[in-house]
């Protein structure tokens, strides 16, 4: 993957800081559960096409729903009615996680929603596109991790986070990863179904990602996928609102509404 022509970029712990920093806060918060964890936050107008953002399972709780409120106010901004969700997470127990967001896409007001799956966020996105009776028809993926076997066994930055929320490796615990990996339920659902049931995935990754590596993303350009690497842009910039990955996101979600 040539990146000869990538431009500079700001470090990504500067941008994730920034993100962070900026003073967002929803003024409609609904819990769909008991959990402190349930909960959406509702932006923009409602009767806006919806979208639900999912940000990672990886990420601390000061990164994790902050780092992606100022692209849910911007989405809201440009008309779409946003979901941004938080769910439970609880280390060597992937169902919990898998059985929040499940909850969430069966719920009346979010049928029918595009998902945006950020970094780790991918993951509960793919359990739902490529899982059965799926009500979801439409993900995109920023800077995506999509196969968590791969993660652990190439020692990737998540890779220690990885293995304790999954609660074991590979190696000891094949099974786990045959029950929860997205790659692995892709191969068991192919290429040929995935095109025959009419779902769409979008994925875009920055070349300059130092921490899930756009070749990941590279290595999927064979698949029924559409995707879009962004030169230099890194692992943050996928969220931040401005950057000409945001303009790839926007024109990604209008393909989506325009075909529908």
């Known amino acids: ?13 500067e941008v994730l800081e920034s993100l962070c920093a900026l003073d967002v806060a929803s003024e409609e918060i609904v819990s769909y559960g008991i959990h402190p964890r349930q909960f959406i936050e509702w932006y923009g107008p409602a009767t ?3 979208v639900v953002l999912v940000h990672g399972i990886f990420s601390d709780d000061c990164h994790g729903l902050p780092a992606l409120r100022p692209a849910a106010l911007a989405l809201g901004e440009a008309g779409y009615r946003v979901a941004l969700v938080e769910y439970r997470r609880e280390a060597g127990d992937p169902s919990v996680t898998l059985e929040d967001t499940r909850t969430l896409a069966r719920l009346p007001q979010l049928l029918g929603a595009t998902w945006i799956g950020f970094s780790s966020g991918a993951i509960p996105v793919l359990d739902l596109l490529f899982g059965e009776d799926s009500t979801v028809r439409h993900g995109v993926l920023l800077a995506p991790i999509i196969d968590l076997r791969q993660e652990v066994e190439e020692n990737g930055i998540y890779a220690e986070a990885a293995q304790q929320w999954m609660g074991d490796t590979p190696e000891k615990n094949p099974d786990l990863y045959a029950q929860y990996d997205p790659a692995v339920a892709y191969a068991r659902l192919g290429a040929d179904a995935f095109t025959a049931e009419g779902y769409r995935l979008d994925i875009m990754h920055g070349t300059g990602d130092q921490i899930v590596s756009a070749q990941r993303t590279y290595n999927l350009a064979k698949e029924p996928f559409n995707i879009a690497l962004v030169p230099g842009a890194n692992h943050y910039d996928l969220i931040c609102p401005g950057h000409d990955a945001w303009i790839l996101l926007l024109g990604a979600l209008r393909l989506q509404n325009s075909a529908e």
């Open 1 to 13: 993957m040539d990146d000869s022509k990538a431009q500079t970029s700001i470090p990504d712990e």
């Open 48 to 50: 806006g096409e919806l």
